[in-house]
């Protein structure tokens, strides 16, 4: 067997399918639309217990995140997403992921074993439709420093997307 497998040579046309696959399965599409609306108001009690609201995050650019621990799409995205919080937050960014799963236990046990740092809370009903709608997961949404849903992200983020989507609104100036 080895040895018929050793003489396989591979048309390119195969080649460039698997390149494909590869491609989508770590780096699948993502439908960014721009927006231009009012963040309805979002409350939220973050897994370590404090509460936190869109309305506190004012000033800053925030990106809203829907996942969860089952969808291996967000699962890909979450480094990413922890390196270039780690990198902007101190320029004015913040993350705001909330949880589809079930229950907050194996959200807080997935989050220590990863040692993501981000804010994580559970969804709950109604948070999706106030921003835009989510209907597949992942699913963002940049909210910029007044208030305004700036984004709609339908697919996973990456660090360059984040960063070509984020740094524009970071260097706006906030208005009262």
């Not at 995140?65 to 990413?80: G, I, K, L, S, V």
């Not at 849903?149 to 997307?161: D, E, F, L, S, T």
């Amino acid at each position: 067997m080895w040895a018929r497998v050793k003489k396989y040579r591979p048309d390119w046309l195969t080649l460039v399918l698997l390149g494909l696959i590869v491609y989508v399965w770590f780096r699948p599409p993502a439908w960014v639309s721009d927006e231009n609306r009012m963040a309805q108001e979002v409350k939220v009690a973050l897994l370590d217990g404090r509460q936190i609201s869109l309305e506190q995050l004012r000033g800053k650019v925030v990106l809203v995140n829907f996942w969860a621990t089952w969808c291996p799409y967000c699962r890909h995205e979450m480094p990413d997403m922890e390196r270039f919080y780690s990198d902007y937050r101190d320029q004015g960014f913040e993350i705001l992921a909330l949880s589809q799963d079930d229950a907050p236990e194996p959200v807080r046990q997935f989050l220590a074993k990863e040692a993501y740092l981000f804010p994580v809370a559970m969804a709950q009903a109604g948070q999706g439709a106030a921003l835009g709608g989510v209907s597949r997961l992942p699913t963002s949404f940049l909210i910029d420093k007044q208030g305004r849903v700036r984004h709609k992200i339908n697919g996973q983020v990456h660090y360059a997307r984040l960063e070509g989507l984020v740094k524009p609104l970071l260097d706006e100036k906030a208005r009262p």
